[in-house]
C-alpha cells in the first residue's frame, strides 16, 4: 500500500501561486503514474494533472496553462505548480497514483490532502 503525505496548500490571493509537493513511501515510484486530484466543497474528486513513468504530463482543460506537474524520482516525490490561482482553484488537493494513465482513474490511496484556498 503506498502512502502519500501532500504539502504546500495555503491561502492565496487570486492570481497568486503556490506549489504543491506530494511523498510517496513505494519503492516503485519510479514505475507509477502519479496524478494530482481536488475536491471542492460538495463536488465530487477530479482530476487535475498526471504525470507518466516517463514524463508525459496530462492535464484538465480547466488548468491547462496555468498547472505544471513534475516528478522527482530520486525523492519519490510529484509535485503541482499553480499559477494565476482563481477563485474556483479553491478545493482540497490530493495525489495518488494513476492506474490507466493516460486515463485519470485513481488508484485510491488518498492520503489527507493540502487545502488551497484562493480569495481576496
Known amino acids: 500500500q503506498v502512502q502519500l503525505v501532500e504539502s504546500g496548500g495555503g491561502l492565496v490571493q487570486p492570481g497568486g501561486s503556490l506549489r504543491l509537493s506530494c511523498v510517496a513511501s513505494?519503492?516503485?515510484?519510479?514505475?507509477?503514474?502519479m496524478g494530482w486530484y481536488r475536491q471542492a466543497p460538495g463536488a465530487q474528486r477530479e482530476f487535475v494533472a498526471g504525470?507518466?513513468?516517463?514524463?508525459?504530463?496530462k492535464y484538465a482543460d480547466f488548468v491547462k496553462g496555468r498547472f505544471t506537474i513534475s516528478r522527482d524520482n530520486t525523492k519519490n516525490t510529484v509535485s503541482l505548480q499553480m499559477n494565476s490561482l482563481q477563485p474556483e482553484d479553491t478545493a482540497v488537493y490530493y495525489c495518488?497514483?494513476?492506474?490507466?494513465?493516460?486515463?485519470?482513474?485513481?488508484?485510491?490511496?488518498w492520503g489527507q490532502g493540502t487545502q488551497v484556498t484562493v480569495s481576496s
Open positions: 495518488d497514483r494513476v492506474v490507466n494513465f493516460p486515463g485519470t482513474m485513481a488508484a485510491g490511496a
Open positions: 513505494a519503492s516503485g515510484f519510479r514505475v507509477y503514474a
Open positions: 504525470v507518466g513513468s516517463g514524463g508525459v504530463t
